[in-house]
């Protein structure tokens, strides 16, 4: 599952990264869980999303936020993309040392936002950034 050839933005930390097989996994226990029908639509679409969030040079933040956006957006699954989205993004961001806390409601609202348009990328780093905690400095 973790696969960490990456280099955070400030070159100081190796990102861990999911594999294609890991968010097709992500996928098919969430439709398992909560309902819809499994399938891909485009798997080299999602393919090239995780190789070109791996080429970004940017920090988990802006990795994790192109993540979300490009599964939400980009609808490579028949159904279940903004709950897929969200669950990847939050196994991205724990693997590498954050969670994201934020309530239920406002997690679909703005996965909605998101998935119409009305949200640009560099708003969903904004609201990762905002919601998401260290791990270790929680711990403490």
Same mark, same amino acid.
């Given at each position: ?33 909560? !309902?819809? &029908? ?9 393919? /090239?999303? %995780? $190789? ?44 590498? !040392?954050? &969670? ?9 609202? /703005?996965? %909605? $936002? ?27």
């Amino acid at each position: 599952m973790i696969h960490g050839d990456g280099m955070s933005g400030y070159g100081l930390k190796r990102i861990r990264y999911l594999s294609l097989d890991d968010v097709i996994k992500i996928h098919r226990r969430i439709i398992a869980e909560t !309902g819809g &029908e499994h399938g891909l639509l485009s798997p080299g679409s999602l393919a /090239f999303t %995780l $190789e070109r969030m791996r080429e970004r040079k940017e920090d988990v933040y802006g990795q994790a936020a192109f993540l979300l956006y490009s599964i939400t957006t980009g609808h490579p699954f028949i159904n279940g993309n903004k709950r897929t989205a969200f669950i990847t993004t939050a196994t991205f961001l724990r693997l590498n !040392g954050y &969670e994201l806390v934020v309530e239920e409601d406002e997690v679909f609202s /703005f996965l %909605l $936002e998101v998935a119409q348009g009305k949200v640009s990328l560099s708003h969903v780093k904004s609201w990762i950034k905002q919601h998401a905690r260290n791990i270790k400095l929680q711990t403490k």
